[in-house]
């Protein structure tokens, strides 16, 4: 179990005890008040009980990640509170949750110098880098057994906050590392960021502590805010990173408490008090969460070289899970002793290194824009890029979204713009640098005709996409219609790739998807470069794609406004495919997410004939639903189910059923499907040749199911 872990079940656990007792003194003032209003030591008792009772819950949400009670129940303890202040106004402190907005604008931050400087790491972005530096560091201390406390390397912006007596008094960015802006107020509108330290198991407070961290925005709360942005006509932000540093720079706090911003604490600058480790960074960490800041729940503890390059690649491998942005790992040496011995060079600690991941975003050339035409006939802007090194690939193309975004983003041919590229998520141009705007950079024009197919190209009025109206006609339409009923999340037709859809198609083999399943060797053995093994290959994931979900074989069809999600809605709601079918625009809003457009979305599909010509021949060529006896189970034996609420981790290749298919049937009912092995998991669904999580969930005591048995588990 990890550092937070611990502390989050302790503190969690103990957070509930105290709160009942601080409730039940709640109770007992209100009742107090109801008969003497005007009793000073009872309006002070309700005060204290109120912030501590609020700021318990700012601590489980924003700290924890564990909420114990709805926000409107959070919001009625809130108004209390500023009633109260607002009849007593004599009573209001700088620690209550109401002045977390309180200040008014400025002008310029003003500057605080740092009581101990601000330092910045070593970078590295090499294995043999990694090892040279714990072979140097060995040298200087004579070990080959070095401990490391390993955290990640947070993208975002650095800060320090003093703490007195545990109040929070003030709190600077990084600035030179000597001295910083002060940005107090808009850091006390951070909820992660106590006001007020919490008392530690061995309730000292410390005289002064200066806890150094990273002010970031989480990636969900970014989207959301873009999405506001967008629909304000307002200014979109490039990354996490850039909107996190335009909130926390705002000289208005009331607009930075209207970000979400979220803070982590990775050390200590200035301390003085008792009871402060002296020994081991891993301690100071801990001591750090007892006093109620956040600190990742990744931080771990690893010995040598080996340790730090594993602790790389599980963070790398998970970096698209976790919930911010970061852009490497941090090695630390744990033993203070030690580090004090190691020292600084230059500006920089030796006992610590940043070991970062190949850039996600990058500046590249766009050399012009090319159209490319989707499923829905949507017309897409692609960016043609000078080739650039991004994300651990080599990108050429990267989407522009729609004319609007360009316009947004104010992109010209010819411009230097950034390009970002994360994970498996499509490469993006994510802005331009104006100041690299060469003077023969030109508009783009949307075109007013299909490029595929020369049909009129249309926009709806309440639309930011042009679409081509061709409609099955265009070829283009036609392939990309089949490259999403065979995409992973669909049929999962394996090795029926863009290119080969193509081919089928130009070649006339194909013309819907239905077609795929007449196809036979001879007919693919007369396509270019298509020999009898893959041929054959191709025929027998044709065949093991026959018996889909009901969920997956809706989102195949490629209903417009028909994602994952929608399609596991209405598997489970209507848990066969014929009810589906017939129903109409107002049953279909009663199933969650499904609003008027989706449901008349799905209508429309379902009255066009060549969709039901489809539709009638795909089932006549053997495609066989395994309609929904999961979802009828989820609704009927939501509680009892032993997947429902119990996380599974898979490994290896089960013999008869893809990942696609297990992981839509647990989280259909109830289940979540992770990528990586903890205390936490239930269950390891393991196939042939499983990997390390075999290992590791045999040591942690996790059960570990094999294809039968997991079948068994979901019909019983
Ligand atoms: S320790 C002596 N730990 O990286 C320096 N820094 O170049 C102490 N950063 O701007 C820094 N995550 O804000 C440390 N887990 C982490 C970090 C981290 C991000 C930033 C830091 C600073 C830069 C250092």
Known sequence: MGILEKISQNSRTELIRSLKFFHKILEETREGLKEDPSDKKLQVILLETLIKIIESHNYMYSVL????????????????????????????????????????????????????????????????????????LGEKLGTDNIEYEVEPKFDGLAVSLCYENGFFIAGATR???????????????????????????????????????????????????????????EKVFVNPRNAAAGSLRQLDPKITATRRLTFFAYGIGDSRGEGIPRDTHSNVMKYIAAHGLPIAK?????????????YYKKIEDSREQLPYDIDGVVYKVNDLAQQEKLGFISRAPRFALAHKFPAQEVITELLGIDIQVGRTGALTPVAKLKPVFVGGATVTQATLHNEDEIKRKNVMIGDSVIVRRAGDVIPEVVGVVMERRPDNAYQFIMPDQCPECGAKAVRMSNEAVVKCSGGLLCPAQKKQAIIHFASRRGMYIEGLGDKLVEQLVDAGLVRTSADLYLLDEDKLISLPRMGKKSAGNLLESLRKSKNPTLAQFIYALG????????????ARYFNNFSSLEKADVETLQKIPDVGLIVAQSITEFFIENHNIDVVRKLFSVGIELIENLDAQKTQDNNNTSLINGSTFVLTGTLPNLSREIVTEKIENMGGKVTSSISKKTNYLVAGNAPGSKYEKARDLGVTILNEGELLELIQN
């Open 559 to 570: 209903v417009p406004n028909v994602g994952v999600t929608t399609a596991r809605e209405l």
């Open 175 to 233: 600035g030179d590392g000597e001295t910083g802006e002060d940005v107090t107020s808009n850091l006390r509108t951070i909820k992660s960021i106590p006001l007020r330290l919490h008392a530690n198991s061995q309730n000292n407070i410390p005289a002064l502590l200066e806890i150094r961290g990273e002010v970031l925005m989480l990636k969900e709360d970014f989207r959301e805010l873009n999405q506001k942005q967008r629909k304000k006509n």
């Open 65 to 136: 990640d564990a909420p114990s009670i709805p926000d409107a129940e959070y919001d009625k303890l809130f108004l209390e509170l500023q009633k109260l202040e607002l009849r007593c106004p004599d009573l209001v402190t700088a620690h209550s949750p109401t002045q977390r907005v309180g200040a008014t604008s400025l002008v310029k931050f003003p500057q605080i110098t740092h009581r101990l400087p601000m330092l910045s790491l070593s970078n590295e972005f090499d294995m043999a880098s990694v090892e040279a530096f714990d072979r140097r």
């Open 298 to 310: 990744e931080c771990d503890l690893v010995c040598s070289s080996a340790g730090l390059l594993a």
